[in-house]
């Protein structure tokens, strides 16, 4: 049974955690990225990413052709964005319709906008079964230590079987 972990980060957040989750579970792991960078400083990240998921935008990928078919097991990981996943994540669930996998999602966020992005990704994603869900508050400015164990942690209760 293979596991994949795929993420987007802006600001290492979420790759930070996506790394550890990965390595505890054996995973591969695809790092979503977009053609044309999103502003990773200032007021201008702010504008520039909150207006992408405002507008439902879909940043094109430098990914191209992933293959989901070896993975029965998807966990994805995003930054909260103007409270749901980030738009990079409008265009992965455009270009790769999958159903029937066992999927856990993660965010890392600054205070808020959880409860409405994991929402938001099982709208996106019908058809899947919902392993486990689990938000990280800055975990790289914050706590390091203790996200890394909570990331670890959070990786073994998953039950895929
Ligand atoms: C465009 C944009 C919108 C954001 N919106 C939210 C939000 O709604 N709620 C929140 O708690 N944090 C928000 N944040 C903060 C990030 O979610 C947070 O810093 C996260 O840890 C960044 O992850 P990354 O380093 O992987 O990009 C936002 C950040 C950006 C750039």
Known sequence: ????VIFYSLEG??????????KELQADIIEL?????????????FVWGGKSVVLKERPELKNKNIDLSDYE?????TPIWAGTYAAPFNTFFKQYKFSG????????????????CFKMFKKSLPDNTFVGEIDF?????????ENNSKAINWAKSLTFD
């Open 137 to 145: 508050i800055d975990p790289l400015k914050k706590d390091k230590k």
């Open 13 to 22: 957040n979420t790759r930070f955690i996506s790394e550890i989750v990965a």
């Open 33 to 45: 990225k977009t053609v044309k960078s999103f502003p990773s400083t200032g007021i201008k990240k």
């Open 1 to 4: 049974m293979k596991t994949l």
């Open 101 to 116: 996998k066992k999927v856990a999602f993660f965010a890392c966020h600054a205070g808020g906008g959880t409860e409405k």
């Open 73 to 77: 097991n998807i966990i994805i990981g």
